[in-house]
């Protein structure tokens, strides 16, 4: 699985548990906590 992981608030956004996998977000998309855009957002592969 994917995840994603906000640099400025430690975010994590879940591919699995979420409507839409974070590459195909809106570029004007923000971390819902600190409101970051996706560029903050560094990808971390994690295997089962
Ligand atoms: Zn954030």
């Given amino acids: 699985m994917t995840i ?3 640099k400025r608030c430690n ?3 879940i591919d699995e548990e979420q ?3 974070f590459e195909k ?3 004007s998309w ?3 906590k600190c409101r ?3 560029k ?3 990808k971390k592969d ?3």
């Fill in 4 to 6: 994603h992981r906000c």
């Fill in 11 to 13: 975010f994590l956004y």
């Fill in 19 to 21: 409507k839409f996998q």
């Fill in 25 to 27: 977000l809106d570029d």
């Fill in 30 to 32: 923000k971390c819902p």
């Fill in 36 to 38: 970051s855009s996706k």
């Fill in 40 to 42: 903050f957002f560094v």
């Fill in 46 to 48: 994690v295997s089962k």
